[in-house]
């Protein structure tokens, strides 16, 4: 057989990684140039036509006639079809552990004891170029059990437990909104969802069928069934390519835009060979309701982040209906994320998290939900009690139908239907958490402990979201004070002066902070919304 030709990609402005020849093959490359060449113009219309949607979608619910898709009625109303069935090795879900893929945290939430792995190229990932190769190479070391890991501080080391007791792995590449700038072909960035999704299924699809499983991703940022069309064609495309059969790839959709919330019936269909399941993503779903309305007056306007629980009215009936569609149509739904980070030296401060959430848990399983997130391993048992509890020996509950569930359009939006305003606190604290996770992403951490929480960039964007929100529409806070731009600058400002103080002037002076502050400010404040905050952001990382 004839060496492969060498890849049309060109990489550009990287420095060299060990082991980058592992997985920058010239077949792999060929293969992303493929991928690129084929459907880089489909997902170019696809973004063009986010931004025409969000116009008329933002009109409309100021209108009152939101609805969902009268041209894919028939869709919603056919009650004969039905996603594919799960895999053997995605058949149980009740406890989902995610992060970034450094070689520790790989070893870790491999060995967590959750059922799955959600391996995060994406928002728990600051894609530089060393995370987005080695995060590569970290996989394909696991599944060849060729990874341990020495923390060079503690020199605790870690490797991985016997084969039958490892997380399935179900892989996140990057949103379709980003490129990957260090990859061109003629000049041009590829997308980094298709560098992300083409690297890993290249180098390990047939891998994970030999170990009884299969190449599983998580799709995020979705915001229509065009997009779910987009990324089941490119499954048709990959499987055909590296000769597995059809229908091996499995796909599991976050529902965390507005926009994806009308369409769920629709995502599944598109994806009905290759569905496993929806997600409900707490975050982000919050940060696209603000995006998407907000210009649209009092009655959209979110109250602090923490004060918009799963049990807020709106949210409630996006939770729901995600539960009565997935089982609807034989799909998982998988809940949202506990993203409490246990204390090592507060007991108190654990015991209440720790009831929290068991309380979250215990409501997603009694909802009916399949399986839910945690952000870290101490949070795996608790999880798993809750859906023990319900589920017991059966591996899911798909069979509760939930036909009880009758959600209207105008549910999804009733915002105002939450009885919580926006506090001064609730401003202080999205520039406090904002300013000291955007000052890790830009040293390239994605997923950051911040006050006893595990934040990854759908935080950083509720919060820029919501300064940006309560500034545009006056909201006046309990203490008297209204939001404007010279408040936030000058809140910004004092705790920036807290941070100095607290971690000292040699380590203020070594990290990112004053252009995480400068650049928290430039997103929350410009009259010019950016779309997404990281892609500003990543023209300021290094690497």
Request: hydrophobic share 45%.
């Amino acid at each position: 057989m004839s060496a492969p030709a060498p890849s049309p990609l060109a990489i550009v402005d990287a420095e060299p990684l060990p082991r980058q020849e592992e997985v920058l093959t010239d077949a792999a490359l060929a293969f992303v140039a493929e991928l690129h060449r084929l459907f880089t113009p489909r997902r170019d219309e696809l973004l063009a036509r986010r931004a025409e949607r969000r116009t008329a979608f933002s009109t409309s619910a100021r209108t009152g006639t939101l609805d969902f898709l009268p041209e894919t009625a028939q869709i919603r109303e056919d009650d004969s079809w039905r996603v594919a069935p799960a895999p053997a090795a995605l058949n149980d879900r009740r406890v989902e552990i995610t992060g970034p893929t450094d070689r520790k945290m790989t070893i870790n939430a491999l060995n967590s004891g959750a059922r799955v792995w959600l391996a995060d190229f994406e928002d728990a990932s600051a894609p530089t170029w060393e995370n987005v190769v080695l995060g590569q190479v970290n996989l394909k070391d696991a599944y060849a059990r060729n990874i341990d890991f020495t923390d060079p501080k503690s020199g605790k080391s870690y490797a991985l437990k016997d084969t039958d007791e490892l997380a399935t792995v179900v892989m996140r590449p990057r949103g379709w909104h980003l490129e990957e700038r260090h990859l061109k072909f003629d000049g041009r960035a590829v997308p980094g969802a298709l560098v992300d999704f083409g690297l890993y299924f290249f180098h390990n699809a047939k891998r994970l069928i030999e170990l009884g499983k299969g190449p599983y991703f998580y799709l995020p940022k979705t915001e229509s069934h065009l997009e779910a069309r987009l990324w089941n064609d490119i499954f048709v495309f990959a499987q055909d390519y590296v000769g597995i059969p059809q229908g091996t790839v499995r796909a599991t959709v976050l529902i965390e835009t507005i926009t994806a919330a009308y369409e769920m019936e629709e995502i599944l269909y598109e994806l009905r060979d290759h569905a496993s399941g929806l997600n409900a993503g707490r975050w982000d779903y919050l940060f696209s309701i603000v995006k998407n309305f907000r210009d649209g007056g009092a009655k959209f306007v979110l109250p602090d982040r923490n004060a918009v629980t799963m049990t807020a009215p709106f949210m409630r009936a996006y939770t729901e209906l995600l539960v009565r569609t997935c089982h609807k149509r034989g799909a998982h739904a998988i809940g949202g994320m506990a993203a409490f980070i246990p204390s090592r030296r507060d007991a108190e401060v654990n015991k209440v998290a720790f009831e929290k959430v068991k309380n979250d848990k215990d409501r997603e399983a009694g909802d009916g939900f399949d399986g839910s997130w945690v952000a870290h391993p101490d949070l795996v048992p608790i999880a798993m009690a809750s859906f023990d509890a319900v589920l017991g020996d059966k591996p899911n509950q798909k069979d509760r139908l939930r036909e009880d569930v009758d959600v209207k359009a105008e549910d999804l939006i009733a915002i105002d239907s939450l009885d919580a305003k926006p506090t001064y606190e609730g401003l202080r604290n999205a520039v406090q958490v904002g300013t000291r996770y955007i000052e890790a992403w830009l040293r390239g951490l994605g997923a950051v402990a911040i006050f006893n929480l595990m934040e990854d960039a759908a935080t950083a964007e509720i919060s820029r979201s919501q300064i940006w929100q309560w500034i545009n529409a006056g909201v006046v806070f309990e203490n008297g004070e209204t939001a404007t731009a010279d408040l936030a600058r000058k809140v910004a400002a004092e705790e920036l002066a807290k941070i100095r103080e607290e971690i000292g002037d040699e380590a203020f002076q070594a990290g990112n902070w004053q252009q995480a502050h400068d650049l928290l400010l430039t997103v929350s404040l410009d009259a010019d919304y950016a779309d997404f905050l990281t892609l500003p952001a990543y023209e300021q990382l290094t690497g």
